[in-house]
């Protein structure tokens, strides 16, 4: 794709359980990218889980390590297909090199769909801002997410079908 030089990756961005991690595997399967899952990368790093770093560095320490992770995705030159976590979008320089060294893809999951496969699906396993939601609050934290989704999106895909079908679209669209 044409895109001026900086742009060279794909991002996934949305809320938790819209399927960034599924379907961006799949993505990049179809580009014949390399894919990067942001949060198993820090999992990796920190060698602890999600849930042990809140622990132990606080959400401000997943945080930093998430910015700094993505600061060094952004300049790697292979184009990547990049699934984010959740929150990445919080940090205002993250939404500017988000923008800056990818097209911005919002996987878009009405919330009730979302509450529905996150509380059915183990979606408390390795989440802890999930598990310390109840259902309004983390209706609450959807909204204020969601206008920031937007605001970084070059495009806004409607993740309702299977996962298949959202990477082979995005394939189409994106190639
Ligand atoms: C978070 C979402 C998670 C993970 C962390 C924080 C969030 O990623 O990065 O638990 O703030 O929404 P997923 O969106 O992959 O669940």
Request: aromatic share 6%; charged share 35%.
């Given at each position: 794709?044409?895109?001026?030089?900086?742009?060279?990756?794909?991002?996934?961005?949305?809320?938790?359980?819209?399927?960034?991690?599924?379907?961006?595997?799949?993505?990049?399967?179809?580009?014949?990218?390399?894919?990067?899952?942001?949060?198993?990368?820090?999992?990796?790093?920190?060698?602890?889980?999600?849930?042990?770093?809140?622990?132990?560095?606080?959400?401000?320490?997943?945080?930093?390590?998430?910015?700094?992770?993505?600061?060094?995705?952004?300049?790697?030159?292979?184009?990547?297909?990049?699934?984010?976590?959740?929150?990445?979008?919080?940090r205002p320089e993250n939404r500017e090199r988000l923008r800056a060294s990818g097209i911005v893809v919002y996987l878009e999951v009405p919330f009730s769909n979302l509450w529905k496969r996150l509380s059915e699906s183990?979606?408390?396993?390795?989440?802890?801002?999930?598990?310390?939601?109840?259902?309004?609050?983390?209706?609450?934290?959807?909204?204020?997410?969601?206008?920031?989704?937007?605001?970084?999106?070059?495009?806004?895909?409607?993740?309702?079908?299977?996962?298949?079908?959202?990477?082979?679209?995005?394939?189409?669209?994106?190639?």
């Open positions: 794709r044409a895109d001026a030089r900086g742009r060279r990756h794909v991002y996934l961005v949305g809320f938790m359980g819209a399927g960034k991690s599924t379907v961006g595997r799949l993505l990049a399967r179809e580009l014949g990218r390399r894919w990067v899952d942001m949060d198993t990368e820090i999992v990796r790093e920190a060698r602890r889980s999600i849930a042990a770093i809140f622990a132990a560095e606080g959400e401000e320490g997943f945080r930093r390590r998430e910015a700094e992770l993505l600061a060094r995705l952004a300049e790697e030159e292979t184009p990547l297909v990049v699934s984010t976590g959740g929150g990445v979008v919080l183990g979606g408390h396993s390795d989440r802890p801002l999930f598990s310390l939601d109840d259902e309004a609050s983390l209706r609450e934290r959807f909204r204020t997410r969601e206008a920031l989704y937007r605001e970084v999106a070059d495009l806004v895909y409607a993740n309702l079908d299977t996962p298949e079908r959202a990477a082979a679209d995005l394939a189409r669209t994106l190639k």
